[in-house]
């Protein structure tokens, strides 16, 4: 499906990429249900509990393109992320040297009046404040339920202010409403940076490489790999400028960290200006780098250069592989992730020599933008074993029954919410926050020592597993982890 830069929004990710949230089964089975020309329906729940929103994704990547501004059209508490916002903000200052400030965002505050009369004037007044206050290159203005439901004219305000407020004004639709998988926002971020802030290329490039990522900490690492193939690469979105973003066009290749997040900026900056977009599997460790570096050596023509590049990576750490590896056998472990991470974690814990018993993943796309199933689905179901696996947004309760079934050693999550209950059952719990955890052949490494390191001492679990009582009763523990998941219909 092509990528329409001519619409006001994004399309939500369960029209475009029949993206499901409720699934139990297999990888093999997923990836034969719903490879091309399949359709794997989505099952609903009959309970269910809160989850993350759509706004709160566009508003991660949006809050961290350093000379720009956010808006959020919304009562107070749909700001509440910025906090976690701010806190990744500062992560990534940490790891480029650059001195601490905070996010430029705004809330409108709407209130109970604002529902009823509508809340044009609390944005014009948002958007005049932001102008004042930080004198950005760009303001985007994020939507929310309150302001969607009650029919707020973004637009139309926006064109209200166009000969007050010298900078661009950018309506992001993100209504948490919309859709229940919340990466739709960063579908509706990409959208709003691809038609009002992208140029089309004066130049094309032979050296610059967009890399499509979150906070960037690997950002040394990668720029002196891709130095030694005589490539520049240029992190997007977080941490760019919003004169980099315009020129984003003029790039040799687009990469991305992860295949959920980037699918739509990479297939639109593909389809609207010939920038070649890598659709390897994720670049977490040996298989997924020499996948990810392989195919940008096909897109910009380097492939000697980066073949020589593999085996010299490879070579600098395989002792060092072989002595982690050691220390982690025998071990298990439970995963749940986004579905990028989730999918490509099973097969770096195996390269660790880890036994994954189980994945689970808070949504799914059956295709990604550019038409092809997920490759690390298709990867998995003809190189490795099936494993359980099953779809859920988030839904601790059937994470918990799985970890006290299951009782692995290890648990591995994207999500602190979930990382805790894992904890509370005695389960050495290993957050994976930072997208470049376990990136390439060294980051595979650290990352094994780290995991060793958690083994070796079970103590905080352990005592906290004796002190703390879980909220579930012993029946829900009795029961199929996905015993509210409806049944799927006979064919």
Excluded at 7 to 13: E, G, L, M, V, Y
Aim: proline share 5%.
């Amino acid at each position: 499906m092509a990528i329409n830069t001519k619409i006001a929004q994004a399309p939500i990710r369960e029209l475009r990429l029949d993206a499901i949230t409720g699934y139990s089964g297999s990888v093999h089975d997923l990836a034969a249900r719903t490879a091309p020309g399949c359709c794997l329906s989505n099952r609903e729940r009959s309970f269910a509990q809160t989850s993350s929103c759509s706004s709160g994704c566009a508003q991660t990547l949006l809050s961290g393109i350093v000379d720009a501004a956010v808006v959020n059209h919304a009562p107070l508490g749909c700001l509440g992320d910025s906090l976690y916002q701010n806190i990744g903000y500062h992560y990534g200052q940490f790891h480029r040297n650059w001195p601490y400030s905070n996010v430029s965002m705004i809330s409108t505050n709407m209130g109970e009046s604002d529902t009823v009369f509508g809340g044009a004037e609390r944005l014009k007044d948002g958007i005049r404040e932001a102008w004042r206050r930080f004198k950005p290159k760009a303001i985007f203005v994020t939507t929310s339920c309150a302001s969607g439901i009650i029919g707020d004219d973004v637009q139309g305000v926006i064109d209200e202010l166009k000969d007050e407020i010298p900078t661009p004004v950018v309506p992001v639709h993100c209504e948490g409403f919309r859709s229940r998988v919340w990466a739709t926002g960063f579908d509706a971020a990409f959208h709003a940076i691809l038609t009002r802030i992208v140029k089309p290329p004066e130049q094309n490039s032979k050296e610059l490489v967009n890399i499509i990522n979150f906070r960037g900490s690997a950002r040394a690492y990668i720029t002196d790999l891709f130095a030694r193939v005589g490539l520049k690469p240029v992190f997007v979105v977080p941490f760019a400028t919003v004169g980099e973003l315009e020129r984003i066009s003029e790039a040799a290749a687009s990469l991305t960290i992860c295949g959920t997040l980037g699918s739509y900026l990479g297939t639109a900056l593909e389809e609207e200006y010939g920038v070649p977009y890598v659709k390897s599997t994720p670049p977490h460790g040996f298989a997924g780098m020499d996948a990810w570096l392989r195919g940008l050596g096909q897109a910009v023509g380097k492939e000697r250069e980066i073949e020589a590049l593999i085996v010299e990576e490879k070579r600098a750490v395989q002792d060092d592989l072989a002595q982690v590896r050691q220390k982690l056998a025998g071990a298990t472990a439970v995963i749940g992730m986004g579905p990028g991470f989730s999918l490509s974690y099973i097969r770096v814990l195996e390269e660790l020599g880890i036994k994954v018993l189980y994945a689970a993943s808070w949504h799914y796309d059956q295709h990604y933008d550019h038409g092809s199933q997920p490759a690390i689905t298709t990867e998995l179901a003809t190189e490795h074993q099936d494993i359980p696996f099953g779809i859920g947004e988030q839904q601790n309760f059937e994470i918990a029954n799985l970890l006290k079934e299951l009782k692995p050693d290890l648990y591995f999550s994207r999500h602190p919410g979930s990382s805790v209950w894992a904890a509370k059952q005695g389960i050495v719990t290993i957050p994976v926050m930072d997208e470049y955890t376990a990136f390439g052949y060294r980051g595979l490494v650290n990352f094994g020592w780290r995991i060793a390191d958690a083994l070796a001492n079970r103590r905080f679990v352990n005592n906290l597993a004796q002190r703390v009582r879980l909220p579930y009763q012993q029946w829900w523990f009795e029961q199929n982890p996905y015993h509210f998941l409806s049944q799927e219909e006979a064919a």
